[in-house]
């Protein structure tokens, strides 16, 4: 499983480079129903000016749509950064089984920084977390980003970027 799960979180670390590309924070979200790949995203939320567009509800929203529901059970989600209350919401809604994730997210992560909301016994579905894959090359990739955005606040003001960031923000 550790072989599989590594690819598809290269995967997801492809996603988020994209996210960069397009001037946006970056995190990227795969999810895979048995060994095919039934949504993918990548966060959007500063070029659609949606606050919802997150890797992981970009990439559930895909796979509700490409297969005509949405529950997902039996789903794994990959996603290089610690998701919040709202993408935690949706793959709890979408029943998704199982979540793979790379870098903690200290300041709204819910799944062992902030909060251990997997862990709750009053939820009524149970999503299996595996935490820290890769979280290196995800964690560095946020620290990358966000260094180069406080560099270009001062000529770029107005920008929206506070000069310490959540990865969210």
């Known amino acids: 499983m550790r072989e599989r799960d590594v690819f598809y979180m290269n995967r997801a670390l492809s996603l988020a480079w994209r996210a960069m590309e397009e001037g946006d924070v970056p995190v990227g979200a795969v999810l895979l129903a048995g060994e095919e790949i039934i949504g993918e995203g990548w966060n959007r939320g500063r ?18 749509s490409r297969i005509g529901n949405y529950r997902l059970s039996e789903a794994t989600l990959y996603v290089t950064l610690e998701p919040c209350f709202m993408c935690f919401g949706a793959m709890l809604e979408s029943r998704i089984s199982r979540l793979v994730f790379g870098a903690r997210e200290p300041r709204r992560g819910v799944l062992g920084s902030l909060y251990d909301l997997h862990n709750d016994p ?6 299996r977390v595996i935490s820290g894959l890769l979280e290196g090359e995800s964690g560095r990739l946020l620290q990358d980003f966000f260094q180069k955005k406080r560099e270009e606040e001062p000529k770029n003001p107005g920008m929206g970027f506070l000069p310490s960031p959540s990865p969210r923000d």
């Open 47 to 64: 070029i659609l000016n949606d606050p919802t567009s997150h890797a992981e509800m970009m990439a559930i929203r895909m796979a509700a």
């Open 122 to 127: 009053r939820l009524y579905h149970k999503i």
